[in-house]
C-alpha cells in the first residue's frame, strides 16, 4: 500500500531520495541538501519532512538507523536514514525517466543555451 | 522562541505521528532557528513553519498510518495482543452518559403513563394505579327515578329511587341505587359494579342513565355509559332485591365512540 504512494514519484520524496543517494543524513541535514540540490527553491517544512520520511520508511526505500550522537554537538542523538537498494533502485528509475525526457527536451531546443 | 511555539502547535498533529517525530521536528525548528537570524529570515522561516502546517496537518489525519495489531505471546495456552492505548474513562463523558440514562428513563415512565398501552410490560399495577390517581378525577352522576312504588298487595312500597354512576379509581365504576320507603329508613336497592373492559388505565369515567323502570317484581334498568372511547349498555332486569350484584353479562359492549 505505501508503495502505491511513490508511483507516481512526489518531488519531495524524489528530492529527499536524492539527498540521500549518497551519504547518510539527519533531518536537518536532509533539508539542507534538498535545499541546496534545488537552488534553494525548495524548503522542506518538519511536517512535510518527517511525513514524506514516514512514507518511503513504510515503502522500504530508506531505512532508519540506530540512533546516534550528532558529531558537532555530541549530547544530542539524532535519527539518521539511508537509501536501501529498493530506494537506489527507484531513484535510479525515476532520474533515467528524467534525463530521458531532458534528452526530448534538448531534441526540441527547448532547454536555453542546449546544444543543438 | 520559535520552538515553545512550534511545540504548541505539535500538540495539534495525530498522537502517533508526535510520538514518533515531535522531538525531531523541534530539533529541525530549532536549527533552522539558529542558522535563519534576523528579521527577514525569520520572518521566511514562520512563513514556511505555517505553510507546512498547513499542508501536513491535515494529510496526517487523512492519511493516519496503519498500526498493525501484533500477536506478542500466549497467556496460559491463550493468545493475546498488544495493548495498543490505553485511555481512560472520560468522566464529562461519564456524567453526559447518566444524564442521558436518566432523561431515557423517565421519558419512557411518561409514555407509559399517558398511553396506558404498555401498562402491563413496564409498570406494575400498583403504581400505575398511583399514577392514575393522581391524572385522573371523580366524578359522579346522579339519577332520580320519580314513581311510586306498590308491592304485590298494592301498599306503596317506595315513592322515590335514587343513584348515582361514579367512577371507582380508573377501571371501575359502580351504580348504586337506594329506594326511600315510608319509614324514613334507605335502603340500597342494588349495587353495580365492574371494570370496563377495554378502558385505559387513564380513562375518564363518563355516563348517563337514560332510563329507569321499577316495579314491585322487577327492577329494570337501562343505561348508557360512556367510557373513555367506549359505549356500554347497561341492561338490568332483575327481581328486586335489596342488595344484588350484577356481571359482566348484563353489559353490552357497542361500537367505540
Given at each position: 500500500?505505501?508503495?502505491?504512494?511513490?508511483?507516481?514519484?512526489?518531488?519531495?520524496?524524489?528530492?529527499?531520495?536524492?539527498?540521500?543517494?549518497?551519504?547518510?543524513?539527519?533531518?536537518?541535514?536532509?533539508?539542507?541538501?534538498?535545499?541546496?540540490?534545488?537552488?534553494?527553491?525548495?524548503?522542506?517544512?518538519?511536517?512535510?519532512?518527517?511525513?514524506?520520511?514516514?512514507?518511503?520508511?513504510?515503502?522500504?526505500?530508506i531505512e532508519e538507523l540506530d540512533v546516534s550522537f550528532d558529531s558537532e554537538r555530541s549530547s544530542e542523538r539524532r535519527r539518521y536514514y539511508r537509501l536501501t537498494s529498493a530506494g537506489l533502485k527507484l531513484v535510479r528509475s525515476e532520474v533515467e525517466a528524467l534525463a530521458q525526457t531532458l534528452r526530448v527536451a534538448r531534441s526540441k531546443r527547448i532547454l536555453r543555451g542546449a546544444d543543438a | 522562541m520559535p520552538e515553545k511555539l512550534y511545540a504548541f502547535l505539535l500538540k495539534l498533529y495525530p498522537d502517533h505521528f508526535r510520538r514518533t517525530y515531535g522531538d525531531e521536528m523541534l530539533r529541525l525548528v530549532a536549527d533552522r532557528a539558529a542558522s535563519e537570524k534576523g528579521f527577514l529570515r525569520g520572518l521566511r522561516l514562520w512563513l514556511d513553519l505555517l505553510l507546512d502546517f498547513a499542508v501536513s496537518l491535515p494529510r496526517e489525519y487523512v492519511n493516519p498510518r496503519a498500526t498493525p495489531i501484533v500477536a506478542t505471546q500466549s497467556l496460559n495456552g491463550e493468545p493475546t495482543f498488544q495493548l495498543l492505548a490505553e485511555r481512560g474513562p472520560n468522566p464529562i463523558l461519564l456524567c453526559l452518559g447518566g444524564i442521558l440514562s436518566a432523561l431515557m428513563f423517565w421519558a419512557c415512565v411518561f409514555a407509559v403513563a399517558h398511553t396506558g398501552t404498555f401498562p402491563a410490560l413496564f409498570l406494575t399495577s400498583s403504581l400505575l394505579q398511583g399514577l392514575a390517581q393522581v391524572t385522573s378525577a371523580q366524578a359522579q352522576y346522579p339519577y332520580e327515578q320519580e314513581s311510586p312504588i306498590r308491592n304485590s298487595a298494592g301498599n306503596l312500597a317506595g315513592e322515590r329511587s335514587s343513584g348515582n354512576f361514579a367512577s371507582v379509581g380508573d377501571y371501575s365504576f359502580?351504580?348504586?341505587?337506594?329506594?326511600?320507603i315510608p319509614s324514613n329508613s334507605v335502603q340500597p336497592l342494588f349495587v353495580f359494579d365492574f371494570a370496563p373492559p377495554g378502558a385505559s388505565g387513564i380513562?375518564?369515567?363518563?355516563?348517563?342513565?337514560?332510563?329507569?323502570?321499577?316495579?314491585?317484581?322487577?327492577?329494570?334498568?337501562?343505561?348508557?355509559?360512556?367510557?373513555?372511547?367506549h359505549h356500554f349498555v347497561l341492561h338490568l332486569d332483575r327481581p328486586a332485591e335489596s342488595t344484588f350484584m350484577s356481571s359482566n353479562d348484563d353489559i353490552e359492549h357497542c361500537q367505540p365512540k
Open positions: 500500500m505505501p508503495r502505491r504512494k511513490l508511483d507516481p514519484l512526489p518531488s519531495v520524496a524524489f528530492n529527499i531520495l536524492l539527498a540521500l543517494a549518497d551519504e547518510d543524513l539527519h533531518g536537518y541535514g536532509i533539508m539542507r541538501k534538498v535545499e541546496q540540490q534545488t537552488g534553494g527553491r525548495v524548503r522542506l517544512g518538519p511536517g512535510t519532512l518527517y511525513g514524506s520520511l514516514r512514507t518511503l520508511l513504510e515503502a522500504g526505500v | 359502580c351504580m348504586t341505587a337506594q329506594r326511600d380513562a375518564l369515567i363518563d355516563g348517563r342513565v337514560v332510563k329507569i323502570f321499577k316495579n314491585e317484581q322487577h327492577l329494570s334498568i337501562h343505561a348508557h355509559v360512556i367510557a373513555g372511547d
